[in-house]
């Protein structure tokens, strides 16, 4: 059986980008092997994410965070200094301060990264379906298309959670969305709408994102925040009625189709398993449960799993007591929605209306503990406080 000092299972968003900060760290010359099922071929999606503008003073605690995602700067597909909102009482640009929203097509970051391990003969890539990961005294232990495989550390980005547990919110971001190329000129490039709520909510929370490329073609997509998937007929559904409705594209053809479902759940991770096992990716638990948006964190988590691997020998990462608090505004967020404690689309206007800049700031959960009561203080406050008592019912006293 060949021995490797790292396996990563699942060579997807975040199995890749371990790899690459892996091969950019004193540890480039260990043995790798990265085992997935699928080649990675296909543009199956696309991230979103933000990040602070590099080119303003910073402080040195803010440039380290920035460095996370640096590598794939040169493969985005889109930078936006200014993005939109449709919400309840407003409509129009949101001011983000010297954040900027990016864009990168998951085609861009595969063939980025296949151009980039291949330069190294101490990786292996192999397309094999995982069938059993298991610690043992020697390592981590591995079984792909029957065959074994061991290592010091294996690196899993496969492991499905639970997203059952009553004890814990489960929601759903499900969503549809169709590249369309226009007759008639009509989106502003510059321009992406990040949330439009002209959509009937049937009490949940429903939305439209409009991705521009360029004044013809856009990505757009038809969101939802629950728990219950719908069909294909009902997203096309929403999604052809808000284009007819307030796109005057003249007539359009779909190019691309996309479809994804992300755990928005507060269940508890368990990213250190076992001795030789880490939990990477939404795996781990690095999707931010109140968003859905993972790309920036894994980024960030798996730039401090390979500087402790460096400085330390062992990769654990450890979360700040201080910084758990996040998790406890997630849960309560979570309750909101989950228990319709107040109508989602007003939410998410006084969050961006009222807080802006400070909101990107407390979504990376940067912001100070004063900050946040600020924050707060926008919010409805008997809802909010129901969902307080309620979380910490379900969660603390059990
Ligand atoms: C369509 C879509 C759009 C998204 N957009 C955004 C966004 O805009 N911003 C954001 O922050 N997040 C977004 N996300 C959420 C998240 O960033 C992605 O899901 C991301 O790909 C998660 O990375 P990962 O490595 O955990 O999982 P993946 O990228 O899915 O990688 C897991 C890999 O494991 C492989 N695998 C699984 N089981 C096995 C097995 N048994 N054997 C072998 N291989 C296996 C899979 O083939 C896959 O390649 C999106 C998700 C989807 C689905």
Do not use: H, W
């Given at each position: 059986m060949k021995k490797y000092d790292f396996i990563i299972a699942g060579g997807g968003m975040a199995g890749l980008s371990l790899a690459y900060y892996l091969l950019q760290?004193?540890?480039?010359?260990r043995r790798i092997l990265i085992l997935d099922?699928?080649?990675?071929?296909?543009?199956d999606r696309t991230w979103c994410f933000w990040e602070r503008d590099p080119r303003e003073p910073l402080s040195p605690r803010i440039n380290q965070r920035l460095?996370?995602?640096?590598?794939?700067e040169s493969i985005l597909f889109r930078s936006w200094k200014s993005i939109s909102f449709h919400g309840t009482t407003y409509s129009g640009l949101l001011d983000m301060g010297r954040y900027r929203y990016k864009m990168l097509r998951g085609i861009d970051f595969y063939s980025f990264m296949e151009a980039e391990l291949a330069k190294w003969p101490n990786v292996e890539q192999k397309q094999a379906t995982i069938q059993r990961i298991k610690d043992t005294p020697q390592g981590g232990f591995i079984i792909a298309d029957d065959e074994p495989y061991i290592a010091d550390y294996i690196f899993d980005s496969t492991f499905a959670l639970k997203?059952?547990?009553?004890e814990n919110h489960n929601l759903l971001q499900h969503f549809k969305g169709w590249v369309i190329q226009t007759k008639?000129?009509?989106?502003?490039?510059?321009?992406?709408?990040?949330?439009?709520?002209?959509?009937?909510?049937h009490g949940d929370c429903r939305f439209l994102y409009v991705l521009p490329f360029d004044e013809h073609t856009a990505l757009v997509e038809f969101t939802l925040f629950n728990d219950t998937l719908l069909t294909d007929a009902e997203y096309e559904a929403d999604l052809r009625q808000y284009i007819d409705r307030y796109?005057?594209?003249g007539g359009y053809v779909i190019c691309e189709t996309e479809y994804g479902v992300i755990p928005m759940s507060d269940?508890?991770?368990?990213?250190?398993?076992?001795?030789h096992i880490i939990r990477i990716g939404t795996a781990g638990?690095?999707?931010?449960?109140?968003?859905?948006?993972?790309f920036q964190r894994t980024q960030r988590y798996l730039q401090t799993i390979v500087k402790n691997l460096t400085d330390t020998g062992k990769p654990n990462r450890k979360e700040p007591w201080f910084k758990r608090r996040f998790k406890f505004y997630d849960s309560i967020f979570l309750n909101v929605l989950e228990k319709h404690r107040y109508p989602a689309d007003d939410i998410f206007t006084r969050i961006y209306t009222e807080n802006p800049r400070r909101v990107f700031k407390f979504l990376d959960e940067d912001t100070y503990f004063l900050e946040e009561l600020r924050l707060f203080a926008t919010m409805p406050f008997w809802p909010f406080l129901s969902a307080f008592f309620d979380v910490l019912r379900r969660k603390v006293v059990g």
């Open positions: 760290s004193p540890l480039r010359d099922r699928d080649q990675k071929n296909r543009n460095a996370a995602t640096r590598p794939f997203l059952d547990q009553p008639s000129p009509c989106f502003d490039p510059q321009r992406p709408e990040i949330m439009d709520f002209r959509v009937e909510q796109l005057p594209t269940e508890p991770t368990q990213e250190n398993p076992s001795e638990g690095f999707t931010k449960p109140s968003t859905g948006y993972t």
